[in-house]
């Protein structure tokens, strides 16, 4: 069966600092995989997918950054935080026979 | 440009009675997708409706959706405890891989 994972679950991290989430998808090949971000009390706004990859799309010009490295890898980078990057971050990954999404744990970033 | 609406973005309810969640969407789609999401976690994946006149049930919820109206319903039977959570829709939008998502029912059922 397949199975999500993101790392790590919490950070608090200072502003200006660097910050790398890693999200790992097991049990299917060649997924399509999301970042997605959810304010305190929001909704989720979609910041990048991948369909391949190499392959990158960002939905919001912002300071993150996305890379797919191997087949079942997305990380979400940034060189520098900002307060407003606070939030929770949600990995998933594309079923494709339905395409339901499907979601990791999260990871829950405050920058102060 | 694809959009989803929710209503109410906000329900508090009794135990025991009966409600319903709408999603609309404005243009065709024959995909969508209910989700729940308790406080603090993940989002989970409650009912995939894929075709005009789809009915799901899952205890007390059931979902169903009409792609002519382009209007699905989460309904709630006799509203337990254990259901207070945030809802959310969402609707395929496969010209570029994505799930167009609703705000999310926040929903609290009181004892």
């Known amino acids: 069966s397949q199975t999500i994972h993101q790392w790590p679950a919490t950070l608090v991290q200072p502003v200006g600092s660097p910050l790398s989430l890693e999200c790992t998808v097991e049990?299917?090949?060649?997924?399509?995989l999301y970042w997605y971000r959810q304010a305190a009390g929001r909704g989720l706004q979609l910041l990048f997918y991948s369909v391949g990859i190499g392959q990158i799309s960002s939905e919001v010009p912002q300071n993150l950054s996305a890379s797919r490295p191997q087949d079942r890898q997305f990380i979400l980078s940034s060189k520098k935080l900002l307060l407003s990057d606070s939030g929770f971050y949600l990995c998933?990954?594309?079923?494709?026979?339905?395409?339901?999404?499907?979601f990791g744990e999260g990871s829950r970033l405050t920058v102060l | 440009e694809l959009k989803v609406e929710q209503n109410p973005l906000f329900l508090s309810m009794q135990e025991g009675k009966n409600y319903t969640i709408y999603c609309n969407y404005s243009t065709t789609s024959d995909r969508l997708y209910w989700y729940r999401q308790d406080p603090g976690k993940s989002l989970e994946s409650l009912f995939v409706?894929?075709?005009n006149g789809a009915v799901k049930q899952e205890g007390r919820l059931m979902a169903s959706l009409d792609t002519k109206a382009r209007l699905s319903t989460l309904h709630i039977t006799a509203a337990v405890h254990d259901l207070s959570a945030t809802y959310f829709c969402a609707v395929g939008d496969y010209s570029n891989y994505q799930l167009i998502w609703g705000a999310g029912t926040k929903l609290i059922i009181k004892p």
């Open positions: 409706l894929l075709s």
């Open positions: 998933a990954w594309r079923g494709q026979n339905t395409g339901e999404l499907f």
């Open positions: 049990g299917t090949s060649n997924p399509n």
